[in-house]
């Protein structure tokens, strides 16, 4: 019996042995391979609404936190946001930035994802308009109720900025970032031409109104005010009979739509 117990000894210590430096030689894993996307991914539209591209913003994590709030006046604004397709904010109703809306999220390529603003009502004060920060990079976006406000989401350091995103521009060649506004109104105020200040930048004068929203490149009637570096503004606007005043944000490419109501 001695014999037969040494051998099963021998056997169960080779066994061990065996097992302990199988499973010391494994490979490691390969880590996941993470996709770099080298052009913009949005989508021509998003729940059944064309996307206007309003800018690009870069950022260093695909892991974000993200916040968003009423741009300027709380006027009961309504919001989804969806980022690379998935609805991460779903009909939500915007309050100040002292009590934003909060998700995190993480976006899951390198270089271009994308962001998308959808609007399910025009608040009291159209457009419907959000301030997003994503891992404390503020930007505003703008949607109405035929289409929505899309920004790519450059994650850096793969190759591509925002010089890479649609119409160019952006961050490239080492150029200051810029972007667009335009002050409109959508009625006939009977008070002439509106003249907007806006501060540390100059005047320029609304002479007409438009029944949608219009583009930063429309000269025709609305108070253009292109190429300001990204930052934020005070403005006072005033005619004969009405004034206006307060604050804006230009986005890195945007556009932004500021109606006097």
């Not at 490979?27 to 059944?48: A, D, F, H, K």
């Not at 709380?74 to 946001?81: E, N, V």
Request: include cysteine; charged fraction near 10%; charge should be negative.
């Amino acid at each position: 019996m001695k014999p037969l117990k040494n051998v099963f000894l021998f056997m169960l210590f080779a066994f061990v042995f065996y097992s302990c430096e199988t499973e010391e030689n494994s490979p490691e894993p390969e880590p996941e391979e993470i996709q770099v996307n080298q052009i913009s991914i949005i989508p021509s539209s998003n729940l059944g609404r064309p996307n206007t591209n309003l800018g690009c913003i870069e950022i260093s994590s695909r892991i974000t936190n993200i916040e968003v709030w009423d741009h300027q006046t709380i006027d009961g604004d309504i919001i989804s946001i969806i980022a690379n397709g998935q609805t991460i904010i779903d009909q939500q109703t915007l309050n100040g930035p002292s009590n934003p809306i909060s998700t995190s999220y993480d976006f899951g390529f390198n270089g271009f994802n994308y962001l998308t603003l959808y609007a399910h009502n025009l608040g009291d004060i159209p457009p419907n308009t959000a301030t997003i920060a994503i891992n404390g990079v503020e930007f505003v976006l703008e949607a109405n109720l035929d289409a929505n406000g899309s920004i790519d989401v450059i994650i850096s350091g793969y190759g591509v900025d925002c010089g890479d995103a649609q119409g160019g521009g952006g961050s490239g060649g080492g150029a200051s970032p810029t972007g667009d506004i335009i002050f409109w109104t959508g009625q006939d105020f009977g008070c002439g031409p509106i003249t907007v200040f806006v501060e540390s930048v100059g005047t320029n004068s609304i002479t007409g109104f438009f029944s949608s929203p219009p583009n930063c490149s429309d000269t025709g009637a609305g108070g253009n005010f292109n190429n300001l570096p990204v930052g934020t503004y005070n403005f006072t606007a005033s005619c004969s009979s009405f004034t206006w005043s307060g604050s804006f944000s230009i986005t890195e490419n945007g556009c932004l739509r500021f109606q006097l109501t």
